[in-house]
């Protein structure tokens, strides 16, 4: 780390990088696979037919027969998850979130092969979910595993899990843009080029080998819609609050589902095969709902939709939907809430005015995912690569930020943060630049320091220092010579490790540490509590750089915590300052001189 520097990166980053490139390619590759592997499930389960042709289940001809074709696919995921790994329950970015939080980014190699199986089957027998919660737990499986061949610090390995799971997303959406902004909102929890940068690469390159294995994107174009007028801005604002109660609804619904399987009688196991059912009898309502649903997301986004159809999608999407994922099921998020969110939006074309009758639906497809996700800036773009309509753009910013500033306001954790939370992790979203980053010790140091001589008998060391009736607390003080040199430091766990040494006629240099760290003027804070921290000392001593030997100054715990007590100040206090000249005027007239 290059002290004084913008960004703490160092070379290690382009090693990092490195690697991330073929993580991409990899993970491009890992994206078709899971992609062949749906469209072979679905006609498998609803066509008989061998072949892995990308079909909606919708056209089945099984009657009522299809609604057991959920079950039957639950039921096997039960099984797969019971005998091979728990960790391919759930839709893929919470459990990739836990692996970095609390597992160090290590996953186990069965995840790799078994989620994106589990998520084929589970989306190939009818689950009314996306692709890209498998896909990024899968890539980000392969992505880690790479990572564990190398000699590498957990936060390597997590940049490398977070590259092949925006990898993964990159290729099978065609959204490289997209995928880094999701992959810092939702994965990275830093803005750093040290992350920051592998997995733009990552992404970037698993988009460029799409290009050859799939095709180049957009994967819904739609017509241009022209610039959007002022009162169609106005319409975006109303967009966004009902995609945010629209979310609130959603995330309620599926940890309501969660809590409710959790309170059955039965083993866990046996949930997907119930949630099928669910999801089957659904089918027989509304068949649009079932599977991943690209063909429905493609019509909404044409245009082509007939009102009386839009209300039973969204309800019977959205119970089915958290149902299944409640059950413990495999799939993604992101397809479902594009389709409930351009069904509402279609909704919507019917009242609001300033659109047109496709536009509403891609702006209210943003907001619903940007609410719900609480990643407004992953669905902006993504909405945008999607459909290369950038002059939706206006539009979808709206939307998609008041839809984000709802939720934050009427929700305490997203649909995402809420799984982590309910197994023991808080998480916070928030990214700011670090307290103890903004100061150098020069601004926090105390400067009138208390030395003692090296030849202090420890017994009058105690005395004066040491001891609950002498005049000074401090626990460590610098020891230096006659010519104010440093020579040491001596606190109070030195006579703590040799108790009986006051009573031998030792002096201070007898106890003393000869080689203290230390700290320096221009250093940072952040840096300072990172020393302290590591070494496990309370206060270094900060000396001058021309002449390491010369105490300038004393850094303790206390001290670093004045950094973050001027962030308190400037979030906490408020102030008024036009008017104070007018209020000091008649201040100094009502009182006399």
């Known amino acids: 780390m290059r002290e004084g520097a913008d960004f703490t990166t160092d070379r290690r980053m382009i090693w990092i990088a490195t690697i991330a490139v073929g993580v991409g390619a990899l993970c491009a590759g890992v994206a078709v696979v899971l992609m062949w592997a749906i469209g072979f499930f679905t006609n498998l389960f609803f066509y ?48 990739a979130m836990e692996a970095i939080l609390i597992g160090r980014s290590r996953m186990d190699a069965r995840v790799a092969v078994l989620k994106p199986l589990s998520s084929a089957i589970s989306i190939g027998s009818g689950g009314p979910f996306g692709a890209e919660g498998p896909i990024i737990m899968t890539g980000g499986a392969f992505g880690s595993l790479i990572a564990q061949a190398f000699h590498l610090s957990a936060a390597e390995r997590k940049t490398l899990l977070v590259a092949g799971a925006a990898g993964g997303m990159s290729a ?40 050859y294995l799939i095709g180049p994107g957009p994967l819904f174009p739609v017509p241009a819609h022209g610039p959007v007028a002022a009162l169609g801005l106005l319409s975006a604002v109303g967009i966004g609050l009902a995609a945010g109660v ?26 997907p095969a119930i949630g099928g059912l669910v999801v089957g009898i659904g089918g027989l309502i509304q068949p649009h709902a079932l599977g991943v649903g690209y063909d429905v997301i493609g019509e909404l986004l044409q245009g082509q939709f007939v009102a009386s159809t839009l209300v039973s999608l969204i309800v019977v999407k959205g119970i089915i939907w958290a149902v299944a994922l409640g059950s413990g099921t495999s799939g993604g998020v992101l397809a479902p809430l594009l389709i409930m969110g351009g069904a509402l939006g279609a909704l919507e074309t019917y009242v609001l005015p300033g659109g047109t ?29 999607l459909t290369r309509d950038v002059d939706a753009l206006l539009p979808l910013l709206i939307a998609a930020m008041v839809a984000h500033g709802f939720t934050v306001l009427f929700m305490k954790r997203s649909i995402l943060t809420e799984k982590v939370a309910r197994r023991g992790y808080h998480l916070t979203r928030e990214y700011s630049v670090d307290p103890l980053e903004m100061l150098t010790l020069r601004a926090v140091m105390t400067t009138g320091v208390e030395t003692i001589s090296p030849s202090m008998p420890v017994s009058e060391l105690v005395e004066r220092c040491f001891s609950g009736t002498g005049p000074r607390r401090h626990q460590g003080f610098p020891v230096v010579d006659g010519d104010g040199n440093l020579l040491g430091i001596v606190t109070r766990s030195n006579l703590l ?50 002449n390491p030997r010369h105490v300038v100054g004393i850094v303790t715990r206390s001290d670093l915590l004045k950094s973050r007590a001027r962030f308190i100040d400037e979030e906490h206090r408020r102030e008024r300052f036009f008017g104070r000249a007018r209020e000091r005027a008649a201040a100094s007239v009502a009182t006399p001189s």
């Open 48 to 95: 008989q037919e061998l072949s892995a042709t990308f079909r909606s289940p919708a056209g089945n001809q099984l009657g009522l027969l299809a609604v057991f074709v959920p079950v039957v696919g639950g039921l096997i995921i039960g099984l797969m998850a019971r005998f091979g790994s728990e960790r391919i329950r759930g839709h893929g970015i919470p459990e």
């Open 172 to 211: 099978t959406f065609a959204s490289p843009v997209a995928a880094v902004l999701l992959a810092v909102e939702l994965l990275l929890f830093e803005w750093k080029p040290r992350s920051v940068v592998p997995v733009a690469l990552s992404s970037a390159v698993a988009a460029a080998v799409r290009v």
């Open 246 to 271: 629209l979310a609130m609804l959603l995330t309620g619904a599926v940890y309501g589902a969660e809590d409710a399987f959790q309170r059955l009688p039965i083993h866990w196991m046996w949930w």
């Open 357 to 385: 009758k496709a536009l509403w639906p891609l702006v209210s497809m943003a907001a619903v995912l940007g609410g719900t996700m609480r990643s407004p800036f992953t669905s902006v773009i993504f909405a945008l690569e």
């Open 497 to 546: 490790d040799s108790p009986d040494e006051a009573t031998n006629g030792r002096v201070v240099a007898d106890v003393m540490e000869t080689a203290p760290l230390v700290g320096y003027p221009d250093e940072t804070c952040r840096s300072a509590a990172e020393k302290m921290a590591q070494a496990g000392v309370g206060r270094i001593p900060v000396v001058d750089p021309a």
